[in-house]
């Protein structure tokens, strides 16, 4: 009798390899960044924000200084740039073609996420660095004093305040093409409305944890003290809005991507 022919040997099956999918993700993101027109829109931001800040802080005025760089860059500037970068760039994954490569390797969407989040954001806190850097600078020309004071409060503020806008930024990218008018939205009613109202509410406010971050670097002493007391509870708040908006933005992209809503798939 003749025998049956063996059985063909099922394929292996491929495994995530979360390091070389972060590896490449990360080498796709900074590349980016490097791109001779990213290089040229950094170069023309980072030189109007030095004129904005010699136009603006006066001359040996370290109450001054503290308050216009917590006023208008910790809580405008870099929330501004860290939420239209990560908004725009999670637009741009979810156009046709675009990520198609990467999510035919083995990692999945939520992963894909997670790892452009944490890529993308790392190399926007260069670029925020270097922007503190000018603010500093600027400081150290307009001779204010106990600068180097100052400095560690900065940056810890704009650590988080740029973690936080980028997870909003990712989540509303996600969510709707229009992050624009939902950005404008939520800081007329959020950050503008509840969060300068003097009730626990305004703990709702991002900004708010920025502002009690970052107010320590203020001459008044009466609220550098209070709001050092809460500055554990605004660090994880701030931790934890990342958290979730991450979250909600990986489960949005991966809804998205299942239900065939791109362009091509219409």
């Not at 637009?91 to 046709?96: R, V």
């Not at 180097?148 to 940056?155: D, E, F, I, N, R």
Request: charged letters at 10%; hydrophobic letters at 50%; aromatic letters at 10%.
């Amino acid at each position: 009798m003749n025998t049956p022919p063996p059985l063909p040997k099922p394929l292996p099956t491929a495994t995530p390899e979360w390091r070389r999918a972060l590896g490449g993700i990360w080498r796709l993101t900074y590349r980016r960044f490097l791109a001779p027109q990213q290089l040229g829109i950094l170069a023309g931001l980072l030189g109007l924000l030095a004129l904005l800040a010699l136009s603006g802080i006066r001359n040996g005025n370290a109450e001054h200084f503290a308050q216009w760089s917590v006023k208008l860059y910790l809580t405008f500037v870099a929330p501004v740039f860290a939420f239209l970068s990560a908004a725009g760039l999670i637009q741009d994954d979810m156009k046709p073609a675009t990520v198609d490569y990467v999510l035919t390797r083995p990692v999945r969407r939520h992963a894909f996420v997670l790892h452009r989040y944490l890529t993308h954001t790392a190399c926007l806190q260069v670029q925020c660095l270097l922007a503190l850097g000018v603010l500093v600078a600027v400081g150290v020309f307009r001779h204010v004093p106990n600068l180097a004071s100052t400095v560690p409060s900065l940056l810890l503020a704009q650590v988080l305040a740029v973690m936080a806008f980028s997870a909003l930024g990712f989540a509303f990218g996600a969510f709707s093409s229009r992050y624009q008018i939902l950005g404008l939205f939520y800081a007329g009613v959020v950050e503008v409305g509840i969060g300068n109202i003097p009730t626990q509410l305004n703990r709702l406010s991002m900004t708010h944890h920025v502002r009690s971050i970052a107010s320590n670097i203020l001459e008044l002493r009466q609220n550098s003290l209070a709001s050092f007391d809460r500055l554990p509870a605004s660090i994880i708040a701030l931790l934890v809005f990342s958290l979730v908006l991450v979250a909600a933005a990986a489960a949005l992209f991966s809804l998205r991507e299942t239900a065939g809503t791109r362009a091509k798939d219409a």
